[in-house]
């Protein structure tokens, strides 16, 4: 479960429905601050509110949880190179060294070039090393949330 993803996907379902923090947080019962924890990954709701949330927005607590934005950027990893850089780095930096470092052990060489380039202070070799051997649905895992990511992204840029 990624935090960042859940945070975000929780912002985007608000704002598709039209409703500020303060809205939000009045039909829920709650502070705004308490919307804004959970759209900035410091919280995540708890069972009561994603039930409410779920009805709220007509979708399941898993959706809420396991978000799976459809894409419109990228469909997969390798394509990662079709983002400008900047947008890019913005996007991968919102994952922890280890998770980055794990979806593309399942990458190309071009693909982890980019990367190293644009992160170069972060031990990428040292990682994969400490990480040793993982389970492909690992790697397929953290590359279908970095995947989420920047097509959320892309979402709430265009409005």
Known sequence: MNTNLIAGHLQYLRKKHHYTQEDLAKRLHLSRQAVSKWETGATIPD?????????????SINDILEPDIQPRTITDFEQLSVIPEKELEESLRLFDEKALVTALMGASPGINDLCEKLFPAIAFEKIRNDIGRIRIEEVEKRQKEIISMINLRELERRG
């Open 47 to 59: 069972l009561e509110i994603l039930l409410q949330l779920s009805s709220l927005y007509d979708i």
